[in-house]
């Protein structure tokens, strides 16, 4: 089975910075899209950012783009999130999505989700 955990949520002021961990049993990363959604109280999940693993193409939502870095490592079958410059907006509940399909591709497996507090 397929089970991605995410790790390194936690409380930060504003301005500060969290490092999010994707991590994958049952599956090697390399072969997938890995996608970073998030959803706060009362609202729909977003997605955030999204990597192809296989050649390292990105994607990042406007709302990130410039203080979010996502990437991955092979040998550790691990995709990172680095937030910097965090809002207070940027709380919410962060979740690892893997696609088969790439990132435009519906999401086939999911984390539990670590949830991100960002103080004023």
């Known amino acids: 089975e397929v089970q991605p955990v995410e790790s390194g949520g936690g409380l930060v002021q504003a301005g500060g910075s969290l490092r999010l961990s994707c991590a994958a049993s049952?599956?090697?990363?390399?072969?997938?899209?890995v996608g970073w959604f998030r959803q706060a109280p009362g609202k729909e999940r977003e997605g955030v950012s999204c990597i192809s693993t296989s050649d390292g193409y990105t994607y990042y939502a406007p709302s990130v783009k410039g203080r979010f870095t996502i990437s991955s490592d092979r040998t550790e079958n691990t995709v990172y999130l680095l937030m910097t410059s965090l809002k207070p907006e940027d709380t919410a509940v962060y979740y690892c999505?893997?696609?088969?399909?790439?990132?435009?591709?519906?999401?086939?497996?999911w984390g539990q989700g670590t949830q991100v507090t960002v103080s004023s």
């Open positions: 999505g893997v696609s088969e399909y790439g990132c435009y591709a519906p999401y086939d497996f």
């Open positions: 049952g599956v090697t990363l390399d072969d997938y899209a």
